[in-house]
Nanobody, 123 residues
Framework: QVLLVESGGGLVQAGGSLRLSCAASGRSFSRNFMGWFRQAPGKEREFVAAIAWGGQKTIYADAVKGRFTISRDNAKNRMYLQMNSLEAADTAVYYC????????????????WGQGTQVTVSV
């Protein structure tokens, strides 16, 4: 089995920061990217950021570029999302995902997903 577990969500005031973590456990799995997606109530799941498991290639959604930073530690099977200058529009459940994907900005190719962690930004 493959298990991805997000942590670090919570309630934060607008302008504040949170750091999300995604820990992988269980059997190893093939991946070329890991990514973060988010989903607000009544809205489709949207791409946030992705990072190559080899090298340093990163991809960011326009809405978070310059505010969020994705990173990973291959040896620890962990991925992180540093979120700064949070806005009300960032309120959502954040999911981590991994897999071998052709387009890391789309959710369809990811094989493994976490349970999500709630991020709520108050104004």
């Amino acid at each position: 089995q493959v298990l991805l577990v997000e942590s670090g969500g919570g309630l934060v005031q607008a302008g504040g920061s949170l750091r999300l973590s995604c820990a992988a456990s269980g059997r190893s799995f093939s991946r070329n990217f890991m990514g973060w997606f988010r989903q607000a109530p009544g809205k489709e799941r949207e791409f946030v950021a992705a990072i190559a498991w080899g090298g340093q290639k990163t991809i960011y959604a326009d809405a978070v570029k310059g505010r969020f930073t994705i990173s990973r530690d291959n040896a620890k099977n962990r991925m992180y999302l540093q979120m700064n200058s949070l806005e009300a529009a960032d309120t959502a459940v954040y999911y981590c995902a991994g897999g071998v994907v052709a387009d890391a900005s789309r959710p369809y190719g990811y094989n493994y997903w976490g349970q999500g962690t709630q991020v709520t930004v108050s104004v």
